[in-house]
């Protein structure tokens, strides 16, 4: 059974970047036809999709994230990253990682506070 895993700092400064790592277990990030996404809510709001990295390592992202968010992989770690710089209070949220086939990780808090 695949199974996900969001790790990172749960405290991020404000211009600094946000870094986060999913780690896959159950099932390979480079199975065909899978993509690996990352999604936030923040406090009080809905869900938002922030990008995707695909299989084969393509990579799409949220139009309004686009200029600060990247999304990579280890491939022999079986882990996806996300990077989302020159953070604000207003990037504080719960973090998910979630592949596309629904399954999702518990999701991790992280505030962006001074």
């Known amino acids: 059974q695949v199974q996900l895993q969001e790790s990172g700092p749960g405290l991020v400064k404000p211009s600094q970047t946000l870094s986060l790592t999913c780690t896959v277990s159950?099932?390979?990030?480079?199975?065909?036809?899978?993509?690996w996404s990352w999604i936030r809510q923040p406090p009080g709001k809905g869900l938002e999709w922030m990008g995707v990295?695909?299989?084969?390592?393509?990579?799409y992202y949220s139009p309004s994230l686009k200029s600060r968010t990247s999304i990579s992989r280890d491939t022999s770690k079986n882990q996806f990253s996300l990077q989302l710089s020159s953070v604000t209070p207003e990037d504080t949220a719960v973090y998910y990682c979630?592949?596309?086939?629904?399954?999702w990780g518990q999701g991790t808090q992280v505030t962006v506070a001074s």
């Open positions: 979630a592949s596309d086939v629904g399954l």
């Open positions: 159950g099932g390979s990030i480079t199975t065909s036809g899978y993509a």
């Open positions: 990295i695909v299989y084969d390592g393509g990579t």
